[in-house]
């Protein structure tokens, strides 16, 4: 959806970075087509960026050389404009003071926002979320999906967040799509109206959720206030 945070969540193994490469044009599909704005997609474009489950920096260059690669090779944004462009976007993402630091010289979490801003550089109609804070410890991982959803808010860009962790979907998406296990089918899709940040607890939410996916149990009539199928439309709460 434009300008929304759609999280696909599934259990491991069922196919979801399948799903991610085939929308971002790494692979094709054996049948029926994949359309984005009603353009059919035949293989990558800065129109689709991915930030990966495992860190993509290419070690060798520092921070502000990775995040000006794509525009760089490309050509399409030049000299001075391109190095405001960068230095915005590394401001924005608190990486300003290591501009020129290498990868192994970042923590996880900065080689995160780095990613972050290497994508948004090219500015894509669909940013492709596989997973990308998997790898964090529990402390950082909390950060980042706090720092993320601020980030989301202020630009609005049309995001695809991939995850098989019910509590990291729930807190980030406007809607979610949730898969079975393999091979994947859609269970169920079902929007969020909560307040950000939600102010249900995690494990609530996901009792609920997992009630609803599976279309039995007698839910929290608190945790299932929130979700509804989008079929029937979305509750207030959310803008």
């Not at 860009?157 to 393999?182: P, Q």
């Not at 109206?193 to 997992?210: F, K, N, V």
Request: aromatic letters at 6%.
């Amino acid at each position: 959806m434009p300008g929304k945070l759609t999280v696909v969540v599934g259990p491991s193994g069922c196919g979801k970075s399948t799903l991610v490469n085939l929308i971002a044009g790494f692979e094709r599909p054996d049948r029926g087509e994949i359309l984005l704005n009603g353009r059919r997609v035949t293989g990558p474009s800065k129109d689709r960026m991915v930030v990966f489950q495992e860190t993509a920096l290419i070690p060798w260059q520092t921070t502000y050389q990775n995040v000006v690669f794509g525009p760089k090779l490309r050509g399409d944004i030049k000299g001075k404009a391109l190095y405001q462009r960068a230095h915005e976007l590394l401001t924005k993402v608190g990486l300003q003071d290591f501009m020129d630091k290498y990868p192994l010289q970042l923590s996880g979490g900065m080689q995160r926002r780095a990613e972050l801003a290497r994508a948004l550089i090219n500015q894509p109609q669909i940013m492709i979320m596989d997973e990308p804070f998997r790898g964090l410890d529990a402390m950082s991982r909390g950060l980042m999906q706090e720092f993320f959803l601020r980030l989301f808010e202020e630009n609005r860009h049309t995001n695809l967040y991939v995850t098989s962790e019910i509590e990291e979907a729930i807190f980030l998406a406007d809607r979610l799509v949730v898969l079975s296990n393999r091979p994947a089918q859609l269970r169920t899709v079902i929007d969020i109206d909560l307040p950000r940040p939600p102010t249900l607890s995690g494990a609530e939410l996901a009792r609920g959720l997992r009630i609803q996916a599976r279309g039995d149990g007698d839910p929290s009539p608190e945790a299932m206030r929130s979700f509804r199928p989008s079929a029937t439309g979305r509750l207030p709460g959310r803008p």
